[in-house]
C-alpha cells in the first residue's frame, strides 16, 4: 500500500526549530519526487520546497529560502524538512506529496499523485 506519513509538527516559539519527517511506503524516495507544502488558515495551500527524483537537486519557495532546508534519506525511506528561525506565518498544516516526474521538482500541486494527511505546525509564544 502506498502511503507517505507525516510527523514532527507541534507548538514552537518564534525563532525555534522544527524539523518535519516524512516517511513512504509503497514508493521509494529516490523514484519520485517529493515536495512539501502547507496550508495556512483561510490561505491556499502553497509549495515550500522539493527534492527532485533525477539527482536530488532542491528547490525553495521565496518566503522560506534560506531558513528551510529539504533532504531525504534513502536508507530510511524519509524527506525531511528543517525549519529555522520559525516565525508565526509558518503556522500551517504541513503536508509531503509524490511527483513521477524525471526532471526538476516544481513547486506547483499539479502531477503530484500521492499525499500525505498532513502534520500541524504552530509558531506562537
Known amino acids: 500500500q502506498l502511503q507517505l506519513v507525516e510527523s514532527g509538527g507541534g507548538l514552537a516559539q518564534p525563532g525555534g526549530s522544527l524539523r518535519l519527517s516524512c516517511v513512504a511506503s509503497g514508493l521509494t524516495v529516490d523514484y519520485y519526487s517529493i515536495g512539501w507544502f502547507r496550508r495556512a488558515p483561510g490561505k491556499e495551500r502553497e509549495g515550500v520546497a522539493c527534492i527532485s527524483r533525477s539527482d536530488g537537486s532542491t528547490n525553495y519557495a521565496d518566503s522560506v529560502k534560506g531558513r528551510v532546508t529539504i533532504s531525504r534519506d534513502v536508507a530510511k525511506n524519509a524527506v525531511y524538512l528543517q525549519i529555522d528561525s520559525l516565525k508565526p506565518e509558518d503556522t500551517a498544516l504541513y503536508y509531503c506529496?509524490?511527483?513521477?516526474?524525471?526532471?526538476?521538482?516544481?513547486?506547483?500541486?499539479?502531477?503530484?499523485?500521492?499525499w500525505g494527511p498532513g502534520t500541524q505546525v504552530t509558531v506562537s509564544s
Open positions: 506529496a509524490a511527483l513521477n516526474h524525471y526532471g526538476q521538482c516544481r513547486l506547483q500541486e499539479y502531477g503530484y499523485m500521492y
